[in-house]
T-cell receptor, first 111, second 113 residues
Framework: SQQGEEDPQALSIQEGENATMNCSYK?????LQWYRQNSGRGLVHLIL?????REKHSGRLRVTLDTSKKSSSLLITASRAADTASYFC???????????FGTGTSLTVIP | DGGITQSPKYLFRKEGQNVTLSCEQN?????MYWYRQDPGQGLRLIYY???????QKGDIAEGYSVSREKKESFPLTVTSAQKNPTAFYLC????????????FGPGTRLTVL
């Protein structure tokens, strides 16, 4: 399977703390994307990082990409209860036309 | 408002019946996708379409069929050949297939009784 793997599968933190989740993948990629999914809803795109980029920021989100290790991390700073959701990475291999989604990290932020 | 809609939100069907899930977008996107999500798992690609009148199988196309007669619409039929159809189905669209992020609909939860 080319599907990525997120780590940890579940994460529970206090409001105000930082949350870090990781994604590992198997093939060379054009880009990697992070999405968020609230329970029972569709996914919302958070950030896209291209293979020639190492770090990207968007508001309280910071994404890093290490293509040599085939891994990425998503950092959410100063977490809020509203950040409670599942977070998925999706990779776009440089050999195909589809994304491969990881298994997701379930984040719970306790008020 | 621009967006992507799926209907219905919940769908119940008896085993052995075909069922069609609707997906419509007014974002003027060329590419559209159907994914299946099972509890606690990631998304798996069923079919995708890069352009009108063209579509490609994803990783789990068996037991499903699609059509792309209009740019705005990409309906998915879950046939009786699909052995385990109960799942959450998500439709998405993007400007193009490569290098763009996807916009997702709210999903349809299909339960086969």
């Amino acid at each position: 399977s080319q599907q990525g793997e997120e780590d940890p599968q579940a994460l529970s933190i206090q409001e105000g703390e930082n949350a870090t989740m990781n994604c590992s993948y198997k093939t060379s990629i054009n880009n990697l994307q992070w999405y968020r999914q609230n329970s029972g809803r569709g996914l919302v795109h958070l950030i896209l990082i291209r293979s020639n980029e190492r770090e990207k920021h968007s508001g309280r989100l910071r994404v890093t990409l290490d293509t040599s290790k085939k891994s990425s991390s998503l950092l959410i700073t100063a977490s809020r209860a509203a950040d409670t959701a599942s977070y998925f990475c999706a990779t776009e291999p440089n050999t195909g036309n589809q994304f491969y989604f990881g298994t997701g990290t379930s984040l719970t932020v306790i008020p | 408002d621009g967006g992507i809609t799926q209907s219905p939100k919940y769908l119940f069907r008896k085993e052995g019946q075909n069922v069609t899930l609707s997906c419509e977008q007014n974002l003027n996107h060329d590419a559209m996708y159907w994914y299946r999500q099972d509890p606690g798992q990631g998304l798996r690609l069923i079919y995708y379409s890069q352009i009108v009148n063209d579509f490609q199988k994803g990783d789990i196309a068996e037991g499903y069929s699609v059509s792309r007669e209009k740019k705005e619409s990409f309906p998915l039929t879950v046939t009786s050949a699909q052995k385990n159809p109960t799942a959450f189905y998500l439709c998405a669209s993007s400007i193009g297939v490569a290098g763009f992020w996807q916009f997702f609909g709210p999903g349809t939860r299909l339960t086969v009784l």
